[in-house]
């Protein structure tokens, strides 16, 4: 299974998100040298998702035709 991925707030490359945070990745663009240089945004801790829609409205009548099971 592969991770989400989502827009990195700094470079806004897609990342992979993992335990809530971007993934570490380069900045976009060729590197100078050999330096290895992560993106300010590595590691910064991702904003949660929307959350899931409910199946079911607990505060929504029942609709006709259904009954009550007990």
């Known amino acids: 299974m592969s991770s989400p991925r989502r827009a990195c707030p700094v470079c806004t490359r897609e990342i992979a998100v993992v335990g ?3 993934a ?3 900045p976009p663009g060729r590197r100078s040298g050999i330096e290895l240089i992560s993106c300010p ?3 910064r801790t991702a904003p949660m998702m929307a ?3 409910k199946l079911f ?3 929504e ?3 006709p035709g259904q009954q009550p099971l007990f």
């Open 61 to 63: 009548p029942p609709m």
């Open 20 to 22: 809530g945070r971007y």
């Open 51 to 53: 959350p899931a829609e």
């Open 24 to 26: 570490r990745h380069d």
């Open 41 to 43: 945004g590595s590691r």
């Open 57 to 59: 409205d607990p505060e």
